[in-house]
């Protein structure tokens, strides 16, 4: 009986973890169909340089406002409901965006769509937590960030492919009808994790967000999402590619797939990395290799160069997101983990979004390159923060 059960508590586990990473996986190859050419595309419906910085800060400012938010319903509503419930309304989002004839309309219709995956956030990463014994979080996380860079590697190389011969307009499309079928997926077969509810005004919760390590954690993932923002996250190397490097849209798309590619491959042994080293000591070195790497990567030439050194960056980029999911977890604990997730999300997201201005801002005024400098530098102050966080 107890190898039975044993069985059934393993399925049970997959099938949450599972679920999660396909429904991901589906939903990045679609949005990353389009997303790496999401730069040009905004100029050619209008923005300027600094239009297109300020439209990535506010996506970024969106993807953190609803996350504090979306924490403290967590706890109070469970982890399922608010997974589902924004996964519905991506539909609709996405076809209004593909309708969008000016830059202004389709950042807000994105900035909604950021919103709503703001509110998921927290409940993606507790209900990983909670799927898997201790032990086996850095390899849930490990393969459900395996997924996920699956999503952005295989997204742009299909992008690579349509955009010379479809209307970006019906890759939104696609996404809209690819994001309905996931909900009713989730909605089927994801199974609750967070049977203790919390009440929302639960004081002992609230005051494990006010203390030294909490303002360090804050200070250093906000270093680390400012990095982020200036790097992979942001325009500035879809600018770069297309403006110094002379690369079009295809070779744009076909960089980010072989970076991708790249990552994949790191994904396999990311969980063993993190369980030998910590999630803490992995993310602190990650950081550093992705400033430096993204510096490196500016300054190569030849096509082939420039692509070994750019799927270096997205292995560090990779590992970083996989050793930040261990890293929430384990400073977290059930009782509170949305919450503190949350807030964490909301306060980083918000320094973080300043990333794409600023950028912006050192773009017009120093060069191309200069976001990426500007991006070492936060890359030193994240690795910095997190060695003074205790264990």
Known sequence: MNFWTKIRQSLFIEQNVSV???????????FFSWFPVLPIYLQELGANDFQVGLSYSLLALSYTLMQFLGGI???RFGRKLL??????????????AGNSSYWTTLILFLI??????????????????????????????????????????IGPAIGMMLIPRVEIRYLFY??????????????????????FRTKINKFNSFKSLFNKKMLLTILALSSLFLLFNLATHGPFISLYANEVMNLDKSKINLLFALGGFAAVVYSLWGAKIIDKWGSKKVLLYSASGLGIFMILWSLSSPL?????????LYIFSQSCHIAYGSFLADITHQQ????VIGFIGTCTGLIGSIGPSLGGYLKFQFGPSSP???GLIFALITSLLLIKIKE
């Not at 996404?175 to 997926?185: D, E, K, Q, W």
């Not at 160069?305 to 270096?312: K, R, V």
Request: a positive charge; one cysteine or more.
């Open 20 to 30: 999660l990473s396909l429904t991901v996986l589906f939903v990045l190859i679609a």
């Open 73 to 75: 319903l967590s706890d």
């Open 83 to 96: 997974i589902v419930i924004p996964s519905f309304l991506f539909p609709l989002i996405y076809i209004l």
């Open 112 to 153: 909604i769509a950021n919103s709503l995956s703001a509110l998921q956030l927290p409940s993606f990463y507790s209900m990983i937590a909670e799927s898997v014994p201790k032990n086996k979080r850095g390899i849930a996380y490990s393969g459900f960030e395996l997924f996920v860079i699956l999503g952005i590697t």
């Open 174 to 195: 696609f996404t809209s009808f690819v994001t309905f079928l996931c909900a009713v997926a989730r909605i089927l077969w994801l199974k609750e994790t967070h049977h």
């Open 304 to 312: 082939w160069p420039a692509i070994i050194l750019f799927a270096i």
């Open 336 to 339: 509170s983990r949305g919450l």
């Open 372 to 374: 990426f400098w500007a």
